[in-house]
């Protein structure tokens, strides 16, 4: 079978938040230990947006110092930015040959972020899912650690293995670059060139939910900055945030079925949970039957106590931009070594 390993990443598109940390970053960390892990700053994802050039040369260096601070150890992990490393962008074309427009038009974070006005949305935002495709199987990653919104993507990304495994199952045989399917079928070959990439999406944190709103996701782009807590907030912000929450007036039940139907309380004790290592059903084992007076307070300063450090570490690291960039060039070149031979391998497959 495939070597396991682990590719995931995160846009530097500022306002990094308690989501990307749960969902997302501090995932990363024991992750590092079990298998080769591969975390990148997805800048070429972030301009299918516009930004500002300076801000994306500043937020890229705030996601790396967050990689850091939360303690993702280069000499371990490869931590890098997506642009530094052209195959990304070379694989990304040959998938948007690849993936079907019918596959494409069916992602709903495209619809949701490209809004009413369709006409005007890039054609990179549309074709992002391909680039992320292209992220993951440029390293033929197996795992891939994320939170719930980005499930989706990660389905195309399987189809897309499986059709490029499909169309050159001849030429892949032929040239000996085969690797064993642990599990064929009879739409999958007993030989692939790409891995059938398994999502990660576990725990109480693959969808944290806005402060303010228990129906939207906390994200970078909510206009109220009292939505989410950011990775840079200070005890203070972190506290007056977690007050102003909103939540309904009822006690926290005592089991976590009693959470439904209340998605602000839901949200509330999986951020605990997730700060504290723990399931909702201990938190509410320790909480239930006590009111958002008692527990906000102690949410408040859990997440002040979990994350101050790291806001510390970032402080500390994004005033040294010198050693930042170079862990992304040193990242870059360990990146490129593995990439390299699968474009190398996917050029002779296809032909060129
Ligand atoms: P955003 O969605 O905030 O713009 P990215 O697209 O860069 O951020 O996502 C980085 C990682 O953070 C992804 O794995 C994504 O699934 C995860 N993530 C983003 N928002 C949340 C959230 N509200 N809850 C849990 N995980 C999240
Ligand atoms: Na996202």
């Not at 970053?25 to 992750?31: A, G, N, Q």
């Not at 790291?310 to 690291?317: E, H, S, Y």
């Not at 699968?342 to 050029?347: A, E, G, M, S």
């Amino acid at each position: 079978g495939f070597e396991p390993r682990v590719f995931s990443g995160v846009q530097p598109t500022g306002n990094l938040h308690l989501g990307n940390y749960l969902g997302a970053i501090s995932r990363f960390v024991p992750l590092q230990d079990e298998m080769p892990s591969i975390y990148c700053v997805v800048d070429l994802h972030a301009v299918t947006v516009w930004q500002e050039p300076a801000e994306l040369t500043r937020a890229t260096r705030e996601v790396t110092a967050a990689y850091l601070a939360a303690g993702i150890d280069p000499k371990k992990a490869i931590i890098f930015n997506q642009s530094q490393v052209k195959e990304h962008a070379e694989l990304a074309w040959i998938f948007n040959c690849i993936a079907r427009m019918g596959w494409l038009n069916r992602m709903t974070q495209f619809k949701e972020k490209a809004g009413k006005n369709r006409e005007n949305a890039s054609v990179g935002l549309f074709a992002y899912p391909n680039l992320m495709a292209a992220d993951i199987l440029a390293y033929r990653a197996t795992h891939v650690p994320v939170g719930d919104d980005q499930k989706q993507h990660l389905e195309l990304t399987r189809d897309i293995a499986q059709k490029f495994n499909n169309d050159f199952v001849e030429r892949i045989r032929e040239l000996g670059l085969g690797i064993p399917n642990p599990e064929p079928t009879p739409e999958s070959p007993d030989e692939l060139y790409f891995p059938i990439t398994e999502p990660m999406i576990a725990g109480p944190a693959t969808r944290i939910m806005s402060l303010r709103d228990g129906t939207k996701k906390m994200s970078k782009s909510d206009p109220s900055d009292l939505s989410r807590i950011n990775l840079t907030d200070d005890a203070e912000a972190i506290s007056r945030k977690v007050r102003k929450a909103k939540t309904d007036p009822e006690a926290l039940p005592s089991e976590v079925m009693g959470l439904e139907g209340r998605p602000e309380a839901d949200n509330l004790v999986g951020i605990y949970a997730a700060l504290s290592g723990r399931t909702k059903a201990e938190v509410l084992a320790e909480y239930g039957g006590q009111q958002f007076s008692v527990f906000k307070p102690a949410l408040s300063d859990l997440a002040v106590e979990r994350l101050a450090p790291i806001a510390d570490n970032m402080r500390r690291l994004i005033a040294d931009p010198g050693h930042i960039d170079a862990v992304l060039r040193d990242g870059a070149e360990r990146a490129a070594a593995i990439a390299a031979p699968v474009l190398h391998d996917v050029r002779r497959i296809m032909g060129f």
